[in-house]
């Protein structure tokens, strides 16, 4: 009943609006002379203050309401045109211009408007367009979201191989990654060289990490919000990559004139081949992957819009014996991980400034660990699944210029099956299967944003959550514990953000969040793998949370061409899971015998200096960031670090960036990444024991040393040739050099008993051998072939 009460809300809040007719509005950009299209040529469109750029055919598309504009194309080298224009119908127009002989004030880059970040009291938001990402260089040619975002300040991951992203010293599970309004658990391909989007894909990705919108929660750190792109192209389109390591198809096409769109964008990577090359200990190894995204758009009418996108991916890996199980024969470990997305999204626009959105997603997370037996065709097979479902509605409105505000409410059900072992045609293996997990989490929310005045803005949000866990399936930490059957948990996030103008060109803001998690990744090594385990908040299991406070200056230099920033950070958190001392969680039923939950506390200063205009344009940044842990364990045997404060696998004190791209005339393109990081905590062994001839190292503390720092150099370079109207099929190459210098930079250390005199790095002068291991540690080099033809 008060589900329902709550949606005849969000109808009677848009009585009295009128709709506004809509109309598409395209421009063709070329070269007056050459007749080429002129690719990242700036559309800017007044007075609604929006545009964007053109794509690799010169063309860009936006939707209008009826009226009359002043459209502003500006080019590197080429003088400005404009162009009045009426809009009452579908339009496009081609515009020509001219190469212009004097010195001429470069342009700005980003279509994000500068003005707009400065004023908003949105703070700690990074917003990343696909322009953006293409310039970077990338790993094997394959430009990736993850690879982009790490270039960023405040974010980091564990080494090359790293199954997610740290924002601001957070655990790679406290950042919650949505594409296209669905989760993504496994986020990355091939060990964690790329990301599973095809990179045609994404249109945009914002990233939320102070005073997060009220419309997002479930993760106590951040939210990374991946969209997909709209297929409205007036005429069918093909664009696609070749590459040593993956080749990617994109289609967009209307099927129905002015109705129906779709877009379908998929990737494949067969690298069995480069493996070896890499390393001999891999040359048994394999690692397929591919990636595939649907997206249908429906234009009901002038007033609403139904979409329905499809994300399918699936990574199979093949290496030598990892993990075991007893009375296994097998030399090898193959995993098969998949994740099936599908969300509807409708959206009724009552008028131009008020809309309601209604979203249902269904989500699906398959990993699995097999072990082929030597001497027959036997599998034992261990899998897992996180099933998601969520319905979510939203009203927006836009009151005045000076008011805005929308209201929600989101319910999401999981459903968790932890763990399951088949044995198959075995006999000396015996079936396991974990108890199901089930919860369900009701958030309503709202946010209002207001200027005071022309100088000051707020953003005021508030969402509650109510969590219920299906508790009949809950196993007490012993036997003879009675169940504690009432596992609800619920809680206010309160969400603020305010902006105090300066001048026209500078601000400084305020932030504070507060949240809560209530889903969590398991694990005991430096990073979670793809067959992780994750586990519910229950009764013995406290659900995540943590308050953020933020405090940032903001400054647009020499007429906008260059943005500075200053952002101060600080979070305190409480239930972060950390393992106890020697854990192991394989098929554990009662897994908070395992772990500990602890106390956490980061903070940071991030400073950025960015030149967004111009042939010689890029970013530097550097982060000073701290994270620590601290458990409270009562027995001795469990407590981490004698519960004492110590740095968490994500700190790293000191992160410089530095990204530079020159752009020497139309056809070639030169960038070059820079990037430092303070080498990651690992855990020395405190002292010895000889126990049967064999040397067994002692753990007291934890964290309590750092591997040698991270520094890497990459370089780029696309080569474009004339594209003239004529010519259907556009093309260009970008030849990758990923790690120039050849550094190992080291992903872990490890212990093994020491033979001879080999190895003699040894600590404390004891029999323990120490192994630094180094994923990539050569420069890679790639040849990438990009094409678009319509």
């Known amino acids: ?335 098969d991980f998949s994740t099936s997305n599908y969300s509807l999204n409708w959206t009724h626009s009552f008028s131009d400034d008020a809309y309601l959105k209604t979203i249902a997603v269904n989500s699906l997370y398959s990993p699995k660990t097999i072990f082929p037996d030597n001497a027959s065709d036997n599998e034992v097979v261990y899998s897992s699944s996180i099933g998601y479902q969520s319905l979510h509605n939203e009203y927006y409105k836009t009151v005045s210029d000076r008011l805005k505000y929308y209201i929600g409410q989101q319910s999401v059900f999981y459903n968790l099956e932890p763990g399951t072992l088949a044995p198959g045609s075995s006999l000396s293996v015996t079936g396991v299967k974990l108890a199901n997990e089930k919860g369900l989490l009701v958030s309503p929310y709202a946010n209002v944003e207001f200027a005071f005045s022309d100088n000051l803005r707020t953003s005021i949000g508030m969402r509650f959550n109510r969590f219920d866990l299906d508790a009949d399936n809950q196993i007490p930490p012993n036997a003879n514990d009675e169940f504690e059957l009432n596992t609800t948990y619920s809680g206010l996030e309160p969400r603020l953000g305010i902006s105090w103008n300066l001048a026209d060109n500078s601000s400084i803001k305020m932030s504070f969040a507060r949240l809560h998690q209530y889903l969590q990744n398991i694990y005991n090594s430096t990073t979670p793998l793809p067959t992780s385990r994750w586990k519910l908040s229950d009764s013995y299991i406290k659900p995540q949370s943590s308050n953020s406070y933020g405090l940032g200056y903001y400054q647009s230099l020499r007429d906008g061409e260059v943005d500075f920033s200053i952002e101060g950070y600080y979070r305190n958190s409480a239930n972060n899971l950390t393992y106890k001392p020697g854990a192991d969680f394989f098929l554990e039923p009662r897994i908070q015998n395992e772990i500990i939950q602890a106390d956490g506390k980061a903070y940071g200063v991030e400073l950025n200096l960015a030149k967004t205009q111009g042939k010689v344009n890029g970013w530097i940044n550097y982060t000073y960031s701290r994270s620590f842990l601290k458990s409270f364990a009562e027995k001795l045997g469990d407590r981490v670090n004698n519960n004492k404060w110590y740095a968490s696998d994500f700190d790293r004190p000191h992160i410089l960036n530095a990204t530079l791209n020159l752009e020497g005339d139309i056809y070639n393109t030169w960038s070059f990444n820079a990037t430092y990081q303070s080498g990651r905590p690992y855990t020395v062994a405190n002292s010895i024991v000889d126990i049967q001839d064999l040397t067994v190292p002692i753990f007291i503390e934890r964290n309590n040393s750092r591997l040698r720092p991270y520094y890497r150099f990459d370089f780029s370079w696309k080569v474009k040739y004339g594209k003239k109207v004529n010519r259907r099929w556009v093309g260009d190459w970008t030849f990758t050099i990923y790690n120039i210098t050849g550094r190992k930079n080291p992903f872990n250390l490890y212990y093994e008993q020491r033979q001879a005199n080999l190895n003699n790095e040894v600590f404390l002068d004891s029999p323990l051998g120490s192994y630094e291991l180094a994923v990539l540690n050569s420069p890679i080099l790639a040849l990438t072939y990009n094409f678009v033809f319509d």
């Not at 080749?247 to 494949?268: C, D, F, M, T």
């Open 1 to 335: 009943m008060n589900k329902i009460v709550f949606f005849i809300a969000f109808i009677g809040l848009s009585l009295g609006a009128f709709a506004q007719n809509k109309f598409e509005f395209s421009v063709e950009v070329i070269d007056a002379k050459t007749n080429t299209f002129l690719e990242s040529a700036e559309v800017i469109i007044e007075p609604c203050q929006c545009g964007g750029v053109t794509n690799a055919k010169g063309f860009f598309e936006i939707e209008l309401t009826e009226d009359d504009y002043k459209i502003t194309v500006t080019y590197i080298g080429y003088r400005t045109e404009q162009r009045n224009i009426r809009v009452d119908r579908d339009r496009f127009i081609r515009v020509a211009l001219n190469e212009e002989t004097e010195e001429l004030e470069e342009i700005v880059l980003s279509a994000k408007s500068l003005m707009e970040s400065i004023e908003s009291p949105q703070m700690g938001a990074l917003y990343i367009n696909s322009l953006v990402m293409k310039k970077l260089p990338a790993v094997a040619g394959e430009y990736d979201i993850f690879k982009s975002m790490t270039m960023l300040s405040g974010i980091t991951n564990s080494g090359e191989i790293s199954n997610g992203l740290s924002v601001r010293g957070g655990t790679l599970d406290q950042n919650l990654l949505l594409y296209e309004y669905a989760p993504v658990f496994n986020t990355t391909h091939l060990f964690g060289l790329f990301s599973v989007f095809t990179p045609e894909a994404v249109s945009s990705v914002n990233l939320y990490r102070a005073n997060i919108p009220s419309r997002y929660g479930g993760r106590s750190t951040s939210v990374l919000d991946l969209r997909v792109a709209n297929p409205l192209v007036e005429k069918p389109q093909i664009k696609g990559s070749l590459g040593l390591v993956s080749s990617h198809l994109s289609v967009q096409l209307p099927l129905i004139e002015n109705k129906l769109y779709l877009g379908a964008h998929s990737r494949v990577g067969f690298t069995d081949f480069l493996l070896p090359l890499f390393s001999q200990r891999l040359q048994n190894s394999k690692a397929n992957f591919y990636d595939a995204t649907f997206k249908l758009q429906y234009l009901v009418g002038a007033n609403d819009q139904i979409s329905l996108t499809a994300f399918r991916t699936n990574d199979f890996y093949q290496l030598d014996l990892i993990s075991e199980i007893d009375n296994i024969n097998s030399d090898i470990n193959q995993y």
